[in-house]
């Protein structure tokens, strides 16, 4: 059973240019949701997707958007990037009625220069 | 908001004995559910322990108990016969049990073992 998988594992950009992160959710699983850990701190919520559809989001700007595919799989884009952005990017995904229940993948490593 | 606090950015224990890892959270929700978990070298976040407010019962999962007191706001994971594996980044996470609102974090506690 795959679980929760995220690619590239590490990135490096620079300001201004554009990024997009993917994540394949864990077998069965609907609902995929993106998460975003800065050095030292724990993770932030960014949003949340179920039915293709963005269900709820933290307090991201709208640089950062997403896109889940009929499959499920999702894909976090953050546009301009700033030297902040660097952090680690953690996927989770869940049944849509057991989001209590969620299961992360490794995270993809993100460094603006 | 929903906030989780963990106090103690760092703990060592020696290999064998217990340690105790504490949070605390502010919510105006009555139901809701409270986890820890636990995030090694590797970043993988795994899922330690899980507690669900309405439950009296405090969660336990083979060495790693929590003492959950609602009233106090107050969710504290108890790890015993500590172990050289155990050694990791320790988050602290509330969900509002709404589905949609996310996990809310703690800062995190980094816990050593000492061997």
């Known amino acids: 059973d795959a679980g929760v998988t995220q690619s590239p594992t590490h990135l490096i950009k620079t300001r201004g240019q554009q990024v997009t992160l993917r994540c394949s959710p864990k077998s069965g699983h609907d609902t995929v949701s993106w998460y975003q850990q800065a050095l030292g701190q724990g993770p932030q919520f960014i949003f949340q997707?179920?039915?293709?559809?963005?269900?709820q989001r933290g307090n991201f700007p709208d640089r950062f958007s997403g896109h889940q595919f009929p499959n499920y799989s999702s894909e976090l884009n953050v546009n301009a990037l700033l030297l902040g952005d660097s952090a680690l990017y953690l996927c989770a995904s869940s049944l849509e009625d057991r989001t209590d229940t969620q299961y992360f993948g490794p995270g993809t490593r993100l460094t603006v220069l | 908001a929903q906030t989780v606090t963990q106090s103690q950015p760092e703990m060592s224990v020696q290999e064998a004995e217990t340690v105790t890892l504490s949070c605390t959270y502010d919510?105006?929700?009555?139901?809701?559910?409270l986890f820890w978990y636990k995030q090694p070298p590797s970043r993988q976040m795994i899922l330690v322990i899980r507690?669900?407010?309405?439950?009296?019962q405090n969660a336990t999962e083979n060495r790693f108990s929590v003492n959950f007191q609602k009233a106090a706001k107050s969710f504290s994971l108890k790890i015993s016969d500590s172990q050289l594996g155990d050694a990791a980044m320790y988050f602290c996470a509330y969900d509002s049990g709404g589905g949609a609102d996310g996990l809310t974090f703690g800062k995190g506690t980094h816990l050593i073992i000492q061997p």
């Open positions: 919510t105006s929700e009555s139901d809701y559910y």
């Open positions: 507690q669900e407010a309405y439950k009296q």
């Open positions: 997707y179920y039915e293709e559809e963005e269900r």
